[in-house]
């Protein structure tokens, strides 16, 4: 009895592994790869580990099969498992390592293109997590994107990004830094066309779906331009990290050792500019966006945040030229027009202060009238442009209840009518 025994336990350790004698290199993997046709995957496993021990005999085609039947094999199983995916994305790699070194092709095509789709489907995932705020996974996934074939850094970029979407300003200063160390600007062709009904310009994947777009009659005025540079941003978002870190002094070097590089890129000074006005300097703020603006006259919107530095240094008489030029630029603009009817109308604390300060005299009567008039032309004054910003934004709550205490006062039946729209804005009855 005992030696029928050890027979069958031979006999089941022959069945369900490899022993010494059979284990070489060249056996195993002709059995992984049988498996792995047959999607017996555990089989494969076994098979791929018997193979393990000896590979460092094993020749170089070899190896980079073992690699590929492992990659294989680890994706199957991975799931949502990153590290199983950078186990089987690893191994894809070191096919296609090795084969480049031995001057071999065999696995190549195919670990590429199976390396290609697991970094796909990171991607996918990445995006799902996004949209689920789930900034965290994103950015994990979005890195091991770019681990995995670093010629892609704009994964490093997108994992920076949704690191501070998750607030984990650590991860996104070192994934920053390494994207500072790499010269990452982000910069590339866009194939972009306009929408004939919209008006839109659309950014397309490709040369080839936005030629198509344009042939189905959809768009029209096809057109390839270059993105904007992402480094101003990226000095930009490392020196807010700082300060939101309370290095001020590292914030500030981190703009001027970009600067050294693109002396007049004006992303950077944009960046340098937000910097100074977060820390509290809004002369220095508005000091470098009149240089940016000197060197860009026609943009409404860097006049418009002139404006803006202009008023929180109390020169309100400034901040309406800015405001009023941007206008000119751009007369739709709405936050400029908003703010020009703010200005206009701030000037009326002064004028009810002084009448709520005057006795009951005939001079004072006829200072009250004065005063009167003054505040009903104030108000008239302001009324244009909050008529021209609800031109453009119709549903400006602030600005048709404005509008409506204005003509109240000025006795304007128009105030009923921006009483209704507030209602109806507000669900009043």
């Given at each position: 009895?005992?030696?029928?025994?050890?027979?069958?336990?031979?006999?089941a350790?022959?069945?369900?592994?490899?022993?010494?004698?059979?284990?070489?290199?060249?056996?195993a993997?002709?059995?992984?790869?049988?498996?792995?046709?047959?999607?017996?995957?555990?089989?494969?496993?076994?098979a791929?580990?018997?193979?393990?021990?000896?590979?460092n005999?094993?020749?170089?085609?070899?190896?980079?099969?073992?690699?590929f039947?492992?990659?294989?094999?680890?994706?199957?199983?991975?799931?949502?498992?990153?590290?199983?995916?950078?186990?089987?994305?690893?191994?894809?790699?070191?096919?296609?390592?090795?084969?480049?070194?031995?001057?071999g092709?065999?696995?190549?095509?195919?670990?590429?293109?199976?390396?290609?789709?697991?970094?796909?489907?990171?991607?996918?995932?990445?995006?799902?997590?996004?949209?689920?705020?789930?900034?965290?996974?994103?950015?994990?996934?979005?890195?091991?994107g770019?681990?995995?074939?670093?010629?892609?850094?704009?994964?490093?970029y997108?994992?920076?990004?949704?690191?501070?979407?998750?607030?984990?300003?650590d991860?996104?200063?070192?994934?920053?830094?390494?994207?500072?160390?790499?010269?990452?600007?982000?910069v590339k062709?866009?194939?972009?066309?306009?929408?004939?009904?919209?008006?839109?310009?659309?950014?397309f994947?490709?040369?080839?779906?936005?030629?198509?777009?344009?042939?189905?009659?959809?768009?029209?005025?096809?057109?390839?331009?270059?993105?904007?540079?992402?480094?101003?941003?990226?000095?930009?978002?490392?020196?807010?990290?700082?300060?939101?870190?309370?290095?001020?002094?590292?914030?500030?070097?981190?703009?001027?050792?970009?600067?050294?590089?693109?002396?007049?890129?004006?992303?950077?000074?944009?960046?340098?500019?937000?910097?100074?006005?977060?820390?509290?300097?809004?002369?220095?703020?508005k000091?470098?966006?009149?240089?940016?603006?000197?060197?860009?006259?026609?943009n409404?919107?860097?006049?418009?945040?002139?404006?803006?530095?202009?008023?929180?240094?109390g020169?309100?008489?400034?901040?309406?030229?800015?405001?009023?030029k941007?206008?000119?630029?751009?007369?739709?603009?709405?936050a400029?027009?908003?703010n020009?009817?703010?200005i206009?109308?701030?000037?009326e604390?002064?004028?009810?202060?002084?009448?709520?300060?005057?006795?009951?005299?005939?001079?004072?009567?006829?200072?009250?009238d004065?005063?009167?008039?003054?505040?009903?032309?104030?108000?008239?004054?302001?009324?244009?442009?909050?008529?021209?910003?609800?031109?453009?934004?119709p549903?400006?709550?602030?600005?048709?209840?404005?509008?409506?205490?204005?003509?109240?006062?000025?006795?304007?039946?128009?105030?009923?009518?921006?009483?209704?729209?507030?209602?109806?804005?507000?669900?009043?009855?």
């Amino acid at each position: 009895m005992k030696t029928k025994f050890i027979v069958v336990l031979f006999l089941a350790v022959s069945a369900f592994g490899f022993s010494q004698k059979e284990s070489t290199p060249k056996q195993a993997l002709k059995a992984a790869n049988k498996a792995l046709k047959s999607g017996n995957m555990d089989v494969a496993s076994e098979a791929l580990k018997a193979a393990e021990g000896q590979l460092n005999a094993a020749d170089e085609k070899m190896k980079a099969q073992y690699y590929f039947f492992k990659g294989q094999v680890v994706a199957a199983s991975a799931g949502e498992s990153l590290e199983k995916i950078e186990s089987a994305a690893n191994a894809y790699n070191k096919t296609i390592e090795i084969e480049k070194a031995a001057g071999g092709s065999k696995y190549t095509a195919d670990a590429s293109q199976k390396l290609q789709l697991l970094r796909q489907s990171l991607v996918e995932n990445a995006i799902k997590d996004q949209n689920a705020k789930n900034y965290k996974g994103a950015s994990e996934k979005l890195y091991l994107g770019y681990t995995t074939n670093k010629a892609d850094t704009t994964y490093l970029y997108y994992a920076a990004s949704n690191a501070v979407n998750d607030k984990d300003y650590d991860t996104a200063l070192k994934y920053y830094k390494e994207l500072k160390s790499l010269g990452f600007s982000g910069v590339k062709k866009e194939f972009v066309a306009t929408h004939k009904e919209t008006g839109k310009v659309d950014v397309f994947e490709s040369k080839q779906i936005r030629d198509l777009s344009v042939k189905t009659g959809d768009y029209i005025k096809p057109e390839t331009k270059t993105s904007e540079s992402r480094k101003g941003e990226i000095a930009k978002n490392i020196a807010l990290i700082y300060m939101s870190q309370g290095k001020d002094e590292e914030a500030i070097a981190a703009i001027e050792d970009a600067k050294k590089e693109n002396p007049e890129d004006s992303a950077l000074k944009q960046a340098e500019a937000d910097v100074y006005y977060k820390l509290g300097n809004i002369a220095k703020y508005k000091e470098i966006m009149e240089q940016i603006v000197a060197n860009d006259p026609e943009n409404p919107d860097l006049l418009y945040n002139l404006g803006v530095s202009a008023s929180r240094l109390g020169d309100n008489d400034q901040a309406l030229g800015y405001y009023k030029k941007a206008l000119e630029l751009k007369p739709d603009y709405t936050a400029a027009q908003i703010n020009i009817a703010s200005i206009i109308l701030s000037g009326e604390t002064k004028i009810v202060d002084e009448m709520n300060g005057l006795g009951t005299s005939s001079s004072d009567n006829r200072r009250y009238d004065e005063l009167t008039k003054k505040r009903s032309e104030l108000y008239k004054t302001a009324v244009p442009y909050l008529e021209g910003a609800l031109k453009s934004s119709p549903d400006n709550v602030e600005a048709i209840r404005t509008l409506m205490n204005i003509f109240y006062q000025l006795d304007d039946p128009k105030a009923g009518e921006m009483k209704d729209r507030l209602k109806a804005l507000e669900g009043g009855n």
